[in-house]
């Protein structure tokens, strides 16, 4: 916003305080004024060494005459004391704030780096401090992720566009090659574009949390879930076994059944070769509701399970299969569970395979 030069802060408060310091400086001479106004009178009497009258004395007058320059003076002196010293107790009372406008500066220009890091004892100026500390880190995070997001989607994008453009290449300098062949291999990659770019959209309305909350049961999502993905599971030779209880949330109906869609399908794809299993279960743990799948599989240390929810991230034997996917399966659930106020947890089994827990805000029925 563009705004007209104005007062500074800092000399508004100088003239506060001189001119408090002024007032109270009124008010206190008023009030010897008038305390010595009750017990001295208006005349005097004067008298000779001898005790003879000699005239009536203005002792009101008089006084005021005398009183008068000296209160003035205190008043001046009063004046300039409050401008200096409201100048310099201002300055330091603004000098966080001074730093504060700084760093916001810096953030303007783009700079996410740096911190206030204001020190001293907790205040109000301190707590602002570290508040936009927090909002510097959380931003300085978000735009990391994002710009990393970009770069590995643009990555992804163009891989089956270069797939592509080879085959069509390919294509125009052999006439008479196979264009079944052709057509059919420009299909699975125009498919998995098409699969990524869904993702991405769908990735990027649960960021915007831009829906409709209503009631929500997980336990109803969790059988619709199983039913529709039971023939790739029987595909993959794989076991479904569920245990559903009432579990009510609020959210929206249709990213919430992504989320346990795409729990479910990662479950079952990525499994044992043969005579695997996939659990679902739902329940109530205090104030949430969780929804768990948990599948058996190939084992997971902790830390690639960790960065299993990152977009783009795979296990590494997981990037060569058959059904690698677009990458985006967690990362989706992640997004959508935060967007639901909720947690995702992510624990590799002994035995092999994983476990992951959703955990989202209970309502009651």
């Not at 104005?6 to 001479?29: C, E, N, P, W």
């Not at 508040?131 to 880190?137: I, K, N, Q, R, V």
């Not at 795409?262 to 996939?278: E, R, S």
């Not at 992510?346 to 309502?363: F, K």
Request: proline share 5%; charged share 20%.
């Amino acid at each position: 916003m563009d705004r007209q030069p104005g007062v500074s802060v800092r000399l508004k408060l100088t003239l506060t305080y001189a001119g408090f310091l002024m007032v109270a400086g009124l008010l206190l001479l008023a009030a010897v004024w008038l305390f010595l106004l009750r017990y001295v009178p208006d005349r005097a009497m004067l008298y000779n060494p001898d005790d003879r009258p000699n005239g009536v004395f203005p002792v009101r007058s008089a006084l005021l005459e005398v009183f008068a320059p000296r209160a003035a003076a205190v008043l001046a002196f009063l004046l300039v004391f409050g401008l200096v010293g409201g100048w310099l107790l201002a300055g330091r009372m603004l000098a966080p704030l001074t730093r504060i406008t700084d760093a916001t500066r810096l953030t303007n220009h783009g700079s996410l780096s740096h911190r206030i890091r204001l020190p001293g004892r907790r205040d109000e100026f301190r707590e602002l401090a570290d508040a936009f500390d927090a909002m510097l880190a959380r931003l300085e995070a978000h735009v990391a992720e994002q710009q990393r997001f970009a770069a590995n989607a643009s990555h992804e994008l163009r891989t089956p566009l270069a797939i592509s453009k080879t085959l069509l290449d390919v294509a125009r300098d052999d006439p008479h090659a196979d264009t079944g062949e052709l057509v059919e291999r420009l299909h699975a990659v125009n498919a998995r574009a098409i699969d990524l770019t869904e993702a991405l959209l769908l990735l990027s309305h649960a960021n915007q949390r831009s829906f409709v909350r209503e009631p929500v049961d997980l336990s109803l999502l969790a059988e619709e879930a199983t039913e529709t993905l039971l023939p790739l599971a029987e595909k993959h030779g794989v076991t479904i076994e569920t245990d559903g209880d009432l579990a009510l949330t609020s959210g929206s109906p249709a990213l919430l059944l992504q989320l346990t869609t795409n729990l479910v399908h990662n479950a079952i794809v990525h499994n044992l070769p043969d005579h695997g299993t996939v659990r679902v279960c739902t329940g109530v743990r205090g104030e949430t509701v969780v929804l768990t799948v948990e599948n058996t599989g190939e084992r997971l240390t902790p830390e690639l399970a960790a960065t299993l929810t990152e977009p783009f991230q795979r296990g590494t034997e997981r990037i060569h299969a058959d059904h690698a996917g677009v990458g985006l399966g967690l990362a989706i659930i992640k997004t959508i569970t935060q967007a639901h106020g909720g947690t995702l947890t992510l624990t590799p089994r002994a035995a092999g395979g994983i476990h992951i827990t959703v955990a989202l805000p209970a309502v009651v029925p």
